[in-house]
């Protein structure tokens, strides 16, 4: 594993606060009643329902975490998401400069269904996501190749021991080993159920699944044979609530236990309710501001670092974010490691803004369009709002602006895909504490294919793919924070976004629930969570 060099360790000081906040609250609590105790249920108000069970598909926050409590993977950070520790493999090494990987497996671990977990498991697992001919490939594959892509061969070495063998050395293999895609499934129930597995998931998780609902509504149930110990509760419901104030409102009256999807005007409601837990932690994630560089004007550099100029980001924190975000400098927030520091943001300078575009050749500004995000996400709580606000800004520094709002949010990421966009609003959020996750993804030119573009600035710069390709290919930590230092100097320099700002995340709970594993990327956890009597 790679050495903890100081944003590393950055990252594992603000999750360890926040479970030392989690841990605190438990241990007051026990100086009054007795726990942990055994039994009852956690209901949990989600903004959404789950579409799928099978880790090969999932991509939505609904869906994963579902995912991530009936399923394992090999490895998974610890409580401090800062670390990799032993999951269902108890030790991993490599060798051949990071390209051979040789891990060993816990014994002993069935799978809900009694089967036993073994090196074949694993196998079949990583293959039905990266061979499409493979009997099982999924039709709708999820984020396999954020991780797969990069694997050559995956074999079993006797019962206990597998080899991932890596078309090239790809540093940040290891942590994207630890995403809820990567969970390991029984060969028995896909083979059972084939394309209906979905439906009908089996893992070797803390909680085995019991019932999905036709509205998404699933539940699942304690897994007495847990290879740990076994969960406290004896089930925890997700329950779809897509209206927030409803969803609020079930939490407030005692209908549910658990609540995610909270909107900035909610906060204070919540913090006057003496009966509800908030618990806030830094966002993994950035919501930006793309410009399609691939069209006219944006270009144009000059261009780029106008609308930059042009953007008030403090108003919007402050106003619209409600001083629960922070603003956004470079494309991935500053509590993951590399993330350099002596950047400084362009300022808001609307005369500088104009300057440039006359320097550009738009002394009159221009015409554009700006697509409006058709749902809240927890990077972009109030779209509408903050759509209008840019269009302020930029309008003010004339460059008038014609707003698109016509889809839902199925379409707008087909066709940001696409590239149809002029400027667009997107986000990003993190699946593990790697800055190749958000750089390489959001705006390396092999991400910026039309279609399936990840990289919707369709920013295609040499230079910067070189120091990407570099620092993925080396295991020295302090080589890739050097590499990423530089590429964040291209961007800033380059300006092919607007990095807007990085979300809190944030859960609220009642009281009486004790000891949820807290998760920034929103997966948070029960099996270790009791109830209060």
Same mark, same amino acid.
């Given at each position: 594993m790679y050495t903890n060099l100081k944003k590393q360790v950055l990252l594992q000081k603000w999750f360890v606060v926040a479970a030392v906040c989690g841990w605190l609250l438990s241990s007051v609590a026990a100086t009054v009643f007795a726990g942990p105790n055994t039994g009852g249920t956690v209901i949990w108000g989600r903004s959404g329902g789950v579409n799928t069970l099978d880790p090969a598909k999932g991509v939505s926050a609904e869906s994963l975490t579902v995912i991530a409590t009936i399923y394992e993977t090999l490895v998974r950070y610890g409580d401090d998401f800062a670390t990799l520790e032993p999951s269902l493999a108890l030790t991993w090494e490599s060798t051949n400069n990071a390209k051979d990987w040789i891990f060993r497996l816990r014994k002993g671990v069935r799978f809900h269904d009694g089967r036993p977990f073994n090196a074949q498991a694993v196998v079949f697992s990583f293959m039905r996501q990266m061979d499409p001919r493979h009997p099982y490939f999924p039709k709708d594959i999820g984020y396999a190749t954020y991780i797969f892509d990069q694997v050559q061969t995956v074999q079993a070495l006797g019962d206990h021991t597998v080899k991932i063998s890596l078309k090239k050395p790809y540093a940040p293999f290891l942590a994207g080993l630890s995403i809820p895609a990567a969970g390991i499934v029984s060969p028995a129930a896909v083979k059972k159920w084939g394309a209906q597995f979905e439906d009908h998931p089996v893992g070797t998780g803390p909680f085995k699944f019991k019932q999905k609902g036709d509205d998404g509504e699933v539940i699942v149930e304690r897994n007495p044979a847990y290879w740990q110990a076994a969960p406290h509760l004896d089930r925890v419901i997700y329950k779809p609530i897509t209206d927030n104030r409803k969803r609020l409102l079930a939490l407030s009256t005692g209908a549910v236990d658990v609540m995610d999807g909270i909107t900035p005007a909610a906060i204070r409601r919540i913090q006057r309710n003496k009966d509800l837990q908030l618990v806030r932690i830094p966002g993994l994630n950035i919501g930006y501001l793309a410009m399609n560089?691939?069209?006219?004007?944006?270009?144009?550099?000059?261009?780029?670092?106008?609308?930059n100029h042009a953007i008030n980001k403090?108003?919007?924190?402050?106003?619209?974010?409600?001083?629960?975000?922070?603003?956004?400098?470079?494309?991935?927030?500053?509590?993951?490691?590399?993330?350099?520091?002596?950047? @400084?943001?362009?300022?808001?300078?609307?005369? =500088?803004?104009?300057? $440039?575009? &006359? #320097? +550009?050749?738009?002394?009159?500004?221009?015409?554009?369009?700006?697509?409006?995000?058709?749902?809240?996400?927890?990077?972009?709580?109030?779209?509408?709002?903050?759509?209008?606000?840019?269009?302020?800004?930029?309008?003010?520094?004339?460059?008038?602006?014609?707003?698109?709002?016509?889809?839902?949010?199925?379409?707008?990421?087909?066709?940001?895909?696409?590239?149809?966009?002029?400027?667009?609003?997107?986000?990003?959020?993190?699946?593990?504490?790697?800055?190749?996750?958000?750089?390489?993804?959001?705006?390396?030119?092999?991400?910026?294919?039309?279609?399936?573009?990840?990289?919707?600035?369709?920013?295609?710069?040499?230079?910067?793919?070189?120091?990407?390709?570099? @620092?993925?290919?080396?295991?020295?930590?302090? =080589?890739?924070?050097? $590499?990423? &230092? #530089? +590429?964040?100097?291209?961007?800033?320099?380059?300006?092919?976004?607007?990095?807007?700002?990085?979300?809190?995340?944030f859960l609220v709970f009642h009281r009486k629930v004790r000891n949820i594993t807290i998760d920034p990327r929103e997966y948070h956890l029960f099996h270790k969570a009791w109830i209060e009597q």
């Open positions: 560089t691939a069209k006219r004007p944006f270009d144009s550099v000059m261009v780029r670092r106008a609308v403090k108003n919007l924190i402050k106003f619209l974010y409600q001083g629960l975000a922070i603003p956004a400098v470079n494309p991935f927030p500053p509590v993951i490691w590399g993330f350099n520091e002596q950047i @400084a943001d362009y300022p808001y300078d609307p005369q =500088e803004a104009v300057k $440039l575009l &006359r #320097q +550009a050749g738009y002394p009159d500004g221009f015409t554009t369009t700006l697509w409006q995000m058709p749902v809240a996400r927890f990077y972009n709580p109030e779209p509408a709002r903050i759509a209008q606000i840019v269009k302020a800004n930029l309008e003010a520094v004339g460059i008038r602006v014609q707003l698109i709002s016509s889809w839902d949010w199925k379409t707008y990421l087909k066709k940001g895909k696409a590239g149809e966009h002029e400027m667009a609003f997107f986000g990003w959020g993190a699946e593990y504490a790697d800055p190749d996750y958000f750089l390489y993804n959001l705006l390396d030119q092999d991400n910026a294919v039309k279609g399936h573009a990840s990289n919707r600035a369709f920013f295609k710069h040499t230079g910067l793919h070189k120091l990407l390709i570099a @620092a993925q290919q080396t295991a020295n930590q302090a =080589e890739r924070i050097r $590499l990423y &230092r #530089q +590429a964040q100097h291209i961007i800033k320099q380059q300006a092919p976004i607007v990095p807007l700002a990085h979300m809190e995340q």
